[in-house]
């Protein structure tokens, strides 16, 4: 079988790539226009973008760091093992909090014993694109007078309660890079509702570097590629020599940037399709799940009442590894490609002053060998999710 289901993908056409050339030929400041469109998507009062997720948060912290002298953030063990490196550039020190079993978020329950008078901030993530209640950091916040960033890097458009995930705590981050719900293969964007966040936040990233005309001048190749690659009949042809760059290495470093209008007027199209693409997610990823719930092998994360999720991707965390492989190596004969988020918590990545002879959070360890991930984007065919509900059937017998 030729045809592949890759692991991430946005439909994005020649035509639509082609139009962000329009950004070399005027005067015109897409990046604004982008930023007060996700704002207003948001419901936020300002958003700002950036060349990364990463960035995004950087500046965030440095803009915290001129209001306290705090120096803690608090992220959970089992997430992006790269979240540690804004904090440490911006000179701050990432303290970890357990993962949970049942959203494979933030254990909130922990929160309350990690926090301290010298927390500066925690990120509550929306792994996965799902949602979930932040009412316990929003709490200990306030008591305890620290910042929130809710970090929705895979959740834009989730809401809960009605209101956007994002716009719940202090900050909202977004991340556009490959693999996100939209993306212009790479950027970020910041969102507040404080003036006085927000009058920071833009004298930090306007001192940000510019990107470079061969950074620009490679955006709109790679992102040809990527949209021509994530096609599953081009995936299942070209898989070989598109599989060394599916492996995240880990890095030490990245770098702080501004980002570009070629991307930001891709990014305006884009958003206009943001909750037409969430929705056809969101019913792939339903009828999966919905299928899938009962099965004794594996757990799936909760779905929070009056929560939409996204699904960014649908995970699952098997209770053996042994039949994780199976099941990846199944769907692949199948057609369908599974990705491995994360295959260690963060303390066993960096040195982190954590002693890693102790295990200090055994949900987080748990989750990281035993998660996968399974596509929910627009090119997965009724057909595939057929093929994926007869697998994990084979598996429960
Ligand atoms: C939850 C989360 N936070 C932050 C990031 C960093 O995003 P970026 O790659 O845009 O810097 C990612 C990217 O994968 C992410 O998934």
Not at 153 to 167: F, I
Not at 355 to 381: G, M, Q, W
Request: overall charge neutral; aromatic content about 12%.
């Amino acid at each position: 079988m030729i045809k592949k289901i890759p692991t991430t993908a946005v439909p994005l056409s020649i035509f639509e790539i082609a139009k962000g050339f329009r950004s070399f030929l005027s005067q015109k400041r897409y990046i604004g226009e982008f930023e007060k469109n996700f704002a207003r998507y948001m419901g936020s009062e300002h958003a700002f973008a950036f060349n990364s997720c990463t960035t995004s948060i950087y500046i965030f912290l440095k803009a915290l760091k001129r209001l306290s002298n705090k120096l803690e953030v608090v992220i959970p063990a089992y997430t992006v093992p790269t979240l540690v490196l804004p904090i440490l550039k911006a000179g701050l020190k990432p303290r970890l909090c357990e993962s949970s079993l049942d959203t494979f978020n933030m254990d909130f329950d922990y929160l309350a014993d990690v926090v301290n008078d010298n927390t500066l901030c925690v990120l509550p993530i929306y792994h996965f694109g799902f949602p979930y209640n932040i009412d316990i950091p929003l709490r200990l916040a306030s008591e305890k007078n620290f910042f929130t960033l809710e970090d929705a890097a895979q959740a834009p458009g989730a809401t809960l309660n009605g209101q956007k995930v994002g716009t719940l705590g202090d900050a909202g981050c977004f991340s556009l890079c490959r693999g996100k719900n939209f993306s212009t293969v790479s950027g970020g964007m910041l969102i507040t509702d404080s003036d006085e966040l927000a009058t920071i936040i833009r004298e930090e990233r306007d001192r940000l570097p510019r990107q470079n005309l061969t950074f620009k001048l490679t955006i709109p190749l790679i992102l040809t590629v990527y949209s021509l690659v994530t096609r599953p009949f081009n995936y299942g042809l070209f898989y070989r020599l598109i599989a060394p760059f599916k492996h995240n290495t880990i890095h030490e470093s990245f770098d702080a940037i501004q980002y570009s209008d070629f991307q930001a007027s891709i990014g305006i199209d884009l958003l206009k399709k943001l909750d037409k693409f969430n929705e056809i997610r969101r019913t792939k990823g339903m009828a999966l799940y919905e299928a899938l719930k009962g099965n004794e092998q594996i757990l799936l994360p909760k779905i929070t009442e009056n929560s939409t999720p996204v699904f960014n991707h649908l995970p699952l965390v098997f209770k053996e590894v042994k039949s994780m492989e199976w099941v990846q190596q199944e769907l692949w004969k199948r057609g369908i490609d599974t990705g491995r988020m994360y295959r260690k918590p963060v303390h066993h990545l960096y040195d982190l002053g954590y002693d890693r002879e102790k295990e200090l959070f055994p949900n987080a360890l748990s989750i990281a060998e035993k998660l996968i991930t399974v596509p929910t984007h627009p090119y997965l065919d009724d057909e595939s999710i057929e093929k994926i509900i007869d697998v994990f059937k084979r598996l429960d017998t």
